[in-house]
Structures are given as structure tokens and as C-alpha cells.
């Protein structure tokens, strides 16, 4: 046991089972898997790629690696990249558990930094941000950041960490992690600028202080969920307590229980046309909304397609009021009789019937639709799912029915 655990490995989440103790082996293993998420141009995806490496030299914490705001799309990327990009940090750093590693370059203007912008957003107080200052050895000669260091320029409530990161060509030359801390901690101990700050930089420090805040909020939540913890055992002690004398074949149980199962079966119906459920559909319109649109759009939709002849509806009125007179003179008059009137408001009135029916028949088939979602929940008991959607749904023909006769 103890050699494996002096041994470092790391291993995928899409690679169950698989250790890999070759690091190169692992870098590789990012790209391709990229690749095959994003494609081989520069795309992106908000699928991540999970990683978890043991080792007896790193401390426990859990890393998020969020890209870079990108300003103009390249390869395959979208038009819109940069809000995409945007809106996949935001879903992350809006987490008030989360803490936020404000990366800029030393050598861009600070005021600038899209990093501490977005943090600004989401932590206006600046409780949950730390700035982390890269490319130190970057800046031009004469040049340093040092009152940014000593949190001076754009003051952080938990204040800046300057760190020194190996180069694309340290990487090329294949230098080690080990050989890029200590020529880190000599930057920092041999600058003019850094050396009276040097315990409190560099990567080691920020591990340490990343950790530090992680002891630090399970210390602060640890009493709440204490808490929530001895609550919930004293309510399953009480439902042991319930249950301890419990009789399977007991019929007074068995009869409690399907009463239970039908009122809520008839509680989810109900939220479900009011909308007031616990479980909110993002996908299709359904239960009241759907009915609601039958009636409000559907229905005056069906309406608007009737055909209408307003010179044969003219023609008919007229034939109507000559008819009712029959042998008499037809006098000019102010106001159509009223038999000429119902005679011609009835004929009309027929034409509605089609609409009608088809707009019964599609809330019928929706309630229907809705008495199907509600019994799933009563899907273990595939009995009693029958006879509810048998029941329920002949009640609703039932009413059908005597809608259309109404009609």
C-alpha cells in the first residue's frame, strides 16, 4: 500500500481504470481527448475533460481550467466565441463555493484584465477572488509590478500572488516541474522588486494559500452540516420508530397507502394544468400552458381559416328577408327581422361547430397526455397505473362526449 501510494499516476474519467504514471503520456492524452470533443481547429466545448492525479507532493484541492476570453473567432469557432467562452466561465464562477483565480500578465495593463472584470461581476466584495500574476520575467527592463504585488494599484480583498511559469520553450526542452520551482524561487529571492516579498510568492505559496481556503470552508460549513446531518438521522430514527412494528399483510396499511398514492396522483394533475408543479418542462409546452395555447392561439387560428363570401353572405340576407315577407311589399326598414336574423346567425353559427370539435379533441388528447405523466410515478405498480389511467381517462371521454353533444 505504501508503494503505491509514493507512486504518482493520474487517471481519466473517460479512461476508467487506466493509470498513467508517464506525464508526457497524460498531456498527450488532453490533447487527443480535445480533439475529439472540439474537433482538430480550434473549437470549444463546455464538456470537460476530468483528471485526477495522486500523489504524496500535491495537496488536496480541485482545479477548474477555464479558457481565456478569445476576441476574434479562428478555425472552426463560432461568430459568436467570445460570448459562448463567457458564458461557460460565468456558469462556473458564479458558484459561491467557488473561488476565483483572477489570472492576468504581468506585462498587460492590470485595468485591462478580462479575468478580474468577470470576477468583478459575480464577487463585487471581492471575497472569493485571489489575483495571480504570471509572466513576471516578461516585463521590459526598467519595468515591475510590484505595486500591484503589494496590493497597492487595484487593491483585492485577499490581495495578488506573483508566480513564474515554465515557457513554451522550457516545455520543448523538456524541464522538469521540480527544476521550474526552483528557478521560480530564485527569480523571486534575486529581484530587487520581489526579493523583501518572496515568502509570499511563487507557486508553492499560492498551493498553499488555495488550501488554507479550502480547510478554511469546510471548517466554516462544517457545523451547519453537522447540523443538517443529526437533523436528518433524527427523522429516519422516527420513521424507524414508524415502521418498527410494522405488518406487511396488515390490509389497513395497504388500504392507507393506495389512498395516499391516488391523492397525490390527483395533487400532480392539478399542479400540472394550474402550473404550479415542483418539476417545470423546458422542452415542449404542456398540461394547462398547452391547453391555454389550444384556446387562445389554436382555436382563433382555426377560426381565421373559415372561408367567408361576403357577397353570398349579402345575397343570403337578402333572399331571407324577401322570404319572410312572402306576399307583402318588402319595405326599407332600420333593422333586419328576426327570424331572417336567426335563420342566417344559425347557418353561420354551424360553421364553428368544426373548429370546435377539433379544439375538444386536442384538449381531451392533452388531458389524456397529462393523466400518462402523472401515473408514472405509480409505475411500480403497474396494476393500479392501469386501472388509474383507465378510470381517469374514461371519465375524460365521458365529459368529450358530452362537450360535443353540447356543441
Not at 500572488?161 to 522550457?170: A, M, T
Request: net charge neutral; glycine share 4%.
Amino acid at each position: 500500500l505504501s508503494l503505491i501510494f509514493l507512486t504518482e499516476y493520474a487517471e481519466f474519467l473517460h479512461c476508467k481504470g487506466k493509470k498513467f504514471t508517464d506525464f508526457d503520456e497524460v498531456r498527450q492524452e488532453i490533447e487527443v481527448e480535445t480533439d475529439r470533443v472540439t474537433g482538430m481547429n480550434k473549437g470549444i466545448s463546455s464538456v470537460p475533460i476530468n483528471l485526477r492525479i495522486y500523489s504524496p507532493h500535491v495537496l488536496s484541492l480541485t482545479l477548474i481550467d477555464l479558457p481565456g476570453i478569445t476576441k476574434v473567432p479562428v478555425g472552426d469557432q463560432p461568430p459568436d466565441i467570445e460570448q459562448q467562452i463567457r458564458d461557460m466561465i460565468m456558469q462556473f464562477i458564479s458558484r459561491e463555493n467557488c473561488l476565483i483565480l483572477a489570472v492576468t500578465p504581468a506585462n498587460t495593463d492590470l485595468a485591462n484584465s478580462d479575468a478580474l472584470k468577470l470576477a468583478k461581476e459575480v464577487d463585487p466584495q471581492g471575497l472569493r477572488t485571489i489575483g495571480v500574476i504570471t509572466k513576471l520575467d516578461l516585463m521590459d527592463e526598467g519595468t515591475d509590478a510590484r505595486e500591484v504585488l503589494e496590493n497597492k494599484l487595484l487593491p483585492l480583498r485577499r490581495g495578488y500572488i506573483g508566480v513564474v511559469n515554465r515557457s513554451q520553450k522550457d516545455i520543448d526542452g523538456k524541464k522538469d516541474i521540480k527544476a521550474a520551482l526552483l528557478a521560480e524561487r530564485k527569480f523571486f529571492l534575486s529581484h530587487p522588486s520581489y526579493r523583501h516579498m518572496a515568502d509570499r510568492m511563487g507557486t508553492p505559496y499560492l498551493q498553499k494559500v488555495l488550501n488554507q481556503q479550502l480547510t478554511n470552508h469546510i471548517r466554516d460549513t462544517l457545523p451547519a452540516f453537522r447540523s443538517k446531518l443529526q437533523s436528518q438521522l433524527l427523522s429516519i430514527e422516527h420513521e424507524v420508530e414508524v415502521y418498527k412494528n410494522f405488518r406487511p399483510e396488515d390490509p389497513t396499511r395497504k388500504t392507507k397507502a393506495l389512498l395516499q398514492m391516488v391523492q397525490q396522483f390527483s395533487v400532480d394533475f392539478e399542479k400540472r394544468i394550474e402550473g404550479s408543479g415542483d418539476q417545470v418542462d423546458t422542452l415542449e409546452l404542456s398540461g394547462g400552458a398547452k391547453i391555454n395555447r389550444i384556446f387562445h392561439e389554436r382555436f382563433p387560428f382555426e377560426l381565421v381559416k373559415m372561408e367567408f363570401n361576403e357577397k353570398e353572405l349579402r345575397r343570403e340576407i337578402s333572399y331571407a328577408i324577401k322570404n319572410i315577407h312572402g306576399i307583402r311589399q318588402v319595405l326599407p326598414c332600420l333593422f333586419t327581422p328576426d327570424m331572417a336574423f336567426e335563420a342566417i346567425v344559425k347557418k353561420q353559427i354551424v360553421k364553428l361547430k368544426g373548429p370546435c370539435l377539433k379544439s375538444v379533441d386536442l384538449v381531451m388528447q392533452e388531458l389524456i397526455n397529462t393523466v400518462k405523466k402523472c401515473t408514472k410515478k405509480l409505475a411500480t405498480y403497474p396494476r393500479l397505473c392501469e386501472e388509474t389511467e383507465r378510470i381517469v381517462a374514461g371519465y375524460i371521454r365521458e365529459r368529450e362526449e358530452k362537450t360535443k353533444d353540447q356543441v
